[in-house]
């Protein structure tokens, strides 16, 4: 609620569902102005990684096999 982007009066709706990877997070937020709907969603991601980290919770990564596609 605190993002400079957001637009104050509209609600926002947060949703999480777990999956293999990790629990994926979905906000539904409106910005003031749609051109700054990229800068809100990267003030929102990095806030977000910020917040994780200081609660000792580390990303999940992908193994690097998977990325290179060299599966054995």
Do not use: N
């Not at 749609?34 to 809100?40: G, I, N, W």
């Not at 003030?43 to 690097?64: F, H, M, S, W, Y």
């Amino acid at each position: 609620m605190t993002s400079p982007y957001l637009k104050s009066r509209r609600p926002v709706l947060v949703t999480a569902a777990e999956k293999p990877w990790g629990t994926h997070y979905r906000l539904k937020a409106y910005v003031i102005d749609c051109r700054d709907q990229f800068k809100l969603i990267t003030d929102l991601t990095i806030r977000g990684k910020a917040l994780l980290t200081q609660l000792g919770i580390e990303p999940a990564t992908v193994p690097p096999a998977i990325i290179t596609g060299k599966i054995s």
